[in-house]
């Protein structure tokens, strides 16, 4: 693996930044992490697909990051690339008359929710108040328990790396709770979503009704990375580990939040360590207890 060729043959070759030793901890929505040993921001397909074939070409793993919202990037940081997208994967464009929005990867989830909201479309209301970008929601298939960003997907464009563009229908993928059938080396670049005309108050009204009940059960005024297990079916991770009697439980800086046990929390200057060993005890707990086997939703990077 060569990350310093990496470096020079991509450094001014493409439409993009590269840059070395960026902390994670600047990029990740727990504010923690060491640093990547090379990062590039790629403003266009071009400039990623170039970016991606040096890298393939160099052995030097890489990972699409996002807003970082779903991620816990190791205190030792990652030898490998984090690719953001910018620009070209940031356009949005919406057809009110067709209610469909067509969206770049890189737009933030928040943005194409309000501007589907205004627009007078429905069928992202699932998705308010969770953060990132809409290639995140996508590969992770964002929403709540019942209702999937997934199930509003008309096509989808991907690049393969080594191959090109291929573009699916929404239903040639599997969409399911926090998991598709999209292959892990495929790298969304933009979709298009099918929605439904409605009337933008009780669109707003719906919206609003759920960032209330969010503000009122999440701690949403501390750094984490939302929800750290999967809910099992017809169980609820948080109400399985609080009744553990892990509410409040620290680690370093790190605590299992007292309002939510299915978030842990950064309370200042807490380490991915930290947030491990909370995420093995919770874990382990409710595996004793209960005999369920959380699965962890969060992306670790650099472990």
Known sequence: MSVFNAYMSLSGAI??????????????????????????????YE??????????AEH???????????????????????????????????????????????????????????????????????PGTLGGALSMDAGTRREWIGRR???????????GMHRYSGDEVEWGY????????????????????????????????????????QPLTLPSCGSVFRNPPERSAGMLIQACDLAGTTCGGAQISEEHCNFIVNRGGATAADVVTLIQRAHDAVLERHGIDLSCEVKLLGF
């Open 153 to 163: 997907v008309r096509d989808l464009v991907v690049l393969r790396p080594g191959e």
């Open 47 to 56: 400039a990623l697909a170039k970016a991606v074939s040096v890298l393939t």
């Open 60 to 130: 030097v793993e890489w990972v699409i990051l996002g807003k970082g919202s779903n991620v816990l990037a190791s205190d030792e940081g990652y030898r490998g690339c984090v690719i953001l997208l910018d620009d070209e994967f940031s356009r949005m464009t919406i057809d009110a008359e067709d209610a469909t929005v067509t969206a770049g990867a890189g737009v933030a989830l928040s943005r194409l929710v309000n501007d589907a909201m205004k627009a007078g479309l429905s069928g992202l209301e699932c998705c308010v108040g969770i």
């Open 178 to 217: 926090r998991c598709t059938s999209l292959p892990g080396n495929e790298i969304i670049l933009e979709a298009t979503l099918a929605l439904m005309p409605a009337e933008r108050a009780a669109i707003a009204a719906d919206m609003d009704a759920r960032l209330r009940r969010r503000r009122q059960v």
């Open 15 to 44: 439409d993009a930044e590269v840059l070395r030793d960026e902390r994670l901890s600047r990029r990740t929505s727990y504010r923690i992490g060491g640093p990547a040993a090379l990062m590039v921001v790629a403003h266009s």
